[in-house]
């Protein structure tokens, strides 16, 4: 969303057109090009989904960095071809996690593609890299994401706990887990425990739907034999 509304907002709603490239820039490019988003498509035909999904989060951290460093906020007032530069390398790298995303973002991924300026879906487009042309109109920039106020996460917290609490199952594991109030978690917990509690506490609902549904098809089972 940065890279779009600083374009949007310093070059007139256009792509820029790019400079020569540095060894920086081609990294960056040949990253996104010629490895990325062919082995996403690779571990997503495995079956390795975490694998895939990893794979386009390594891609985005690698544009943050190159942004970080090529700082586009601070050489626009000394360049702004190498500027330009810096910002159509950025947009190339969007556009191709558009593409990595959609399976996991599909709707997020038509929404950018569209911001994008490319033309028909990003279904139409297939599973490949579609860099943005030079001088292509882009639209005016949205938020795809809205950050969830932590009164909304503690309710959904709220919600869990009361889920588990209320399920009949016994736990699974060799050991009783207990699980901390919703005060304990919200109040007095560093960020860190909080996150180490609820990522523990999330891979135990999982177990918890998991058996209930392996128990639904068993009673299913039972039924047909019977």
């Known amino acids: 969303h940065r890279v779009l509304s600083f374009t949007y907002r310093n070059y007139e ?24 988003l062919n082995e996403v ?10 694998a895939a ?19 586009p906020w601070k050489t626009l007032k000394e360049s702004r071809e190498r500027t330009a530069t810096t910002l159509w390398v950025a947009i190339a790298v969007i556009s191709t996690l558009k593409t990595a995303y959609a399976p996991y973002l599909p709707f997020s991924s038509r ?38 106020d932590d009164k909304v ?12 609490r209320a399920s009949e199952l016994r736990q699974p594991a060799s050991r009783e887990i207990e699980w901390p109030t919703q005060r ?28 209930q549904r392996q128990d639904a098809l068993v009673s299913v089972g039972m039924q047909l034999v019977g």
């Not at 028909?120 to 949205?142: L, R």
Request: hydrophobic fraction near 40%; charged fraction near 25%; aromatic fraction near 6%.
């Open 111 to 148: 929404q950018l593609h569209g911001m994008l300026g490319l033309p028909g879906t990003v279904e139409e487009q297939g599973w490949k890299v579609a860099f943005p042309a030079a001088g292509q109109p882009i639209k005016p920039p949205s938020p795809l994401f809205v950050k969830l």
């Open 184 to 211: 304990q978690i919200t109040e007095t917990m560093d960020p860190g425990t909080r996150q180490k509690v609820v990522r523990d506490f999330n891979r135990w609902l999982g177990l918890v739907e998991r058996k």
């Open 153 to 164: 996460v503690d309710e959904e917290m709220a919600r869990r706990f009361e889920k588990i």
């Open 13 to 36: 709603g256009l792509v820029p057109t790019p400079g020569p490239l540095d060894a920086d820039d081609q990294k960056l490019l040949s990253n996104a090009r010629d490895h990325a």
């Open 41 to 50: 498509g690779e571990q997503i035909g495995l079956c390795n989904f975490r």
């Open 53 to 71: 999904l990893g794979v386009a989060m390594g891609l985005a951290q690698a544009a943050n960095r190159y942004l970080d460093a090529k700082a």
